[in-house]
């Protein structure tokens, strides 16, 4: 009886072995309402601390609302004119498809014998009705409005995908801990490696999906270090240069740069997939009309915000198409992967092995495509509308962005893996005869002989191979001086 007092109610395993529904939808309505504590926290803490504000407590829950929708991708309305925001910040969503992925996650691996749906659909439900509160309430009067109907739409698309993925995560670590050895994730690399199968027998890399999703990954951690690299140069020289456009923005007291600094911090994401797509050489949009790229700058009138602040001066590119080199750096990475899986060799990508050149070249393509289709997806993501007319474009380019990326992939991965390919499986050298003596001149043992490594053999074994070699002469020679100078003579 203890036991069963001490255990929460909503614990209590239900019929079939599982947590009952009302259990599930809870943790749906717990999770939306902590990342929406997330925004109104701080927004509601600069009400506060803000003098002489013009607004009361529900304007301000309406403006933390607005701000949850728009962390969404969801659209909302500004200002008294109703001119459209789309510009999703980058961060909010993170933190809301991370929450939604690991309760999903929890729910799959919690779901004992119930249907696999039953309980993230009723995670989902409780996350939706959250949203369907907060949409209805910043639907009135203030400075963000939210557009109910698109609002809930687009909040229940993205709870739907993360969820989703989080219950097919935790089904795959389900499988894993019982036994079974099809998950989800076999399934997955089993449908991708289909696509492969369909190429003739010398263009397939056979096994080699796990090896191109890494590459595409490693090129992609490559771009967004370079958009952050490009992001804090640009933040350095606006310093040396004195703070410049930056400097007007932090007169407006300590409330005003608090709310400066947090929506900063909040479109920091963007701002590095900005200087993705400036590295990438297409660029971004901060207007209709304008161009941020390497190869020049053309501004109009911007808005006074911290991150336009490091927009180069307008002009032509100059020094700043060092900037295409990043691209470059980027794909030697997943160059080096795809060789090294190409030739059978252990490596981070796995592989089996060895692949011939054309399919070598055809698992570089295929991760340049799976870059390309991801970088037109965050580029979409990143950019949006600030306003209405000039301002209705923000942002990088998708299409352009993501094909990008894919030609700088492709123009570094293919001969690069092919050239570490080459390299891993090339001709090993020539036998020197005269080092396959029983013993070596100056009497060593044989079995300190270091013989050629046989076909197939790396560069390092081979560069290996030829440094005992030389030491092992070397040696040799100074055993031979050591017996002439003491008046001895070598046995035959």
Do not use: K
């Not at 997330?38 to 003098?51: C, E, F, H, K, N």
């Not at 055809?362 to 991760?367: D, V």
């Not at 799976?370 to 301002?391: C, D, F, Y």
Request: with cysteine.
């Amino acid at each position: 009886m203890t036991q069963l007092m001490g255990r929460p109610l909503l614990e209590v395993p239900g019929e079939l072995g599982g947590r009952p529904a009302l259990a599930d939808l809870l943790a749906g309505v717990r999770t939306a309402l902590v990342g929406l504590a997330v925004v109104g926290v701080p927004v509601l803490g600069l009400w506060v601390a803000t003098p002489y504000a013009d607004s009361d407590a529900a304007g301000a829950t309406r403006l933390a609302g607005a701000l949850w929708l728009l962390g969404h991708g969801a659209p909302v309305l500004r200002g008294g004119a109703d001119a459209p925001l789309t510009v999703t910040p980058l961060l909010l969503g993170a933190l809301a498809v991370v929450r939604l992925y690991r309760a999903g996650a929890g729910v799959a691996a919690r779901r004992g014998l119930r249907s696999r749906w039953g309980g993230p659909l009723a995670l989902w439900a409780g996350y939706c009705a959250v949203a369907v509160v907060v949409a209805l309430h910043s639907a009135g009067a203030g400075l963000f409005r939210s557009r109910v109907l698109p609002d809930l739409l687009v909040v229940g698309l993205v709870a739907g995908l993360a969820t989703a993925a989080g219950v097919r995560s935790g089904g795959a670590a389900g499988t894993e801990r019982t036994g079974r050895t099809e998950g989800a994730d076999g399934v997955g690399w089993i449908h991708a490696e289909a696509l492969f199968d369909r190429l003739p027998p010398g263009w397939r890399p056979t096994g080699g999906t796990p090896a191109v999703c890494r590459a595409a990954g490693a090129a992609a951690a490559g771009l967004l270090a370079a958009g952050g690299l490009l992001v804090a140069v640009a933040a350095v020289l606006d310093a040396v240069a004195g703070g410049g456009r930056g400097m007007a923005l932090l007169g407006g007291g300590p409330a005003a740069l608090v709310g400066l600094l947090l929506v900063t911090v909040v479109l920091l994401p963007n701002a590095v997939l900005w200087g993705a797509a400036y590295a990438l050489g297409p660029g971004f949009e901060v207007g209709a009309g304008s161009l941020v790229s390497p190869g020049g700058t053309e501004l109009g009138a911007v808005p006074e915000f911290p991150l336009f602040a490091l927009l180069p001066q307008e002009g032509p590119g100059g020094w700043r198409l060092a900037a295409l080199l990043l691209p470059l750096l980027a794909g030697l990475v997943p160059a080096l992967l795809l060789g090294r899986a190409a030739a059978g060799r252990p490596s981070p990508s796995g592989g089996g092995g060895p692949w011939p050149p054309a399919a070598t070249a055809t698992a570089a393509l295929a991760a340049a495509l799976l870059l390309g289709a991801g970088a037109t997806v965050l580029g979409w993501l990143s950019g949006g509308a600030l306003a209405a007319e000039r301002m209705a474009r923000l942002g990088p380019v998708p299409w352009w962005t993501g094909l990008a990326a894919a030609g700088w992939l492709a123009l570094v991965a293919v001969p690069g893996a092919l050239l570490v390919r080459y390299r891993a499986l090339g001709p090993a050298p020539a036998e020197d005869p005269a080092e396959t003596l029983d013993d070596d001149p100056a009497g060593a043992p044989a079995g300190d002989l270091v013989r050629a490594p046989a076909s197939g053999a790396g560069a390092y074994a081979r560069l290996a191979t030829r440094t005992r070699r030389s030491a092992l002469r070397l040696r040799a020679g100074a055993h031979a001086l050591v017996l002439r100078l003491s008046a001895r003579r070598p046995a035959d």
